[in-house]
């Protein structure tokens, strides 16, 4: 059902979204700060947190926080 499919997707944007609202306004350093996250856990972390990490101290430092 196209309804039902669209409301799944729209979820998970939506929890995306909130996780990366959340991360910007933290600025997590460590694993274990990104990985207390909402919505982040241990499959996250492998798949995208070092990059996330790295994006995240690379601004800090440009932006002289």
Known sequence: D???AYV???GK????????TEMAARKPQTTDE???INGVGEH???????????AIKSHAVAADV
């Open 34 to 36: 990104f990985l207390s």
């Open 13 to 20: 944007v939506q929890a995306c979204v909130n996780s990366l």
């Open 44 to 54: 996250k972390l492998y798949e995208y947190g070092t990059q996330f990490l790295r």
């Open 8 to 10: 799944q997707i729209w």
């Open 2 to 4: 196209y309804f039902l």
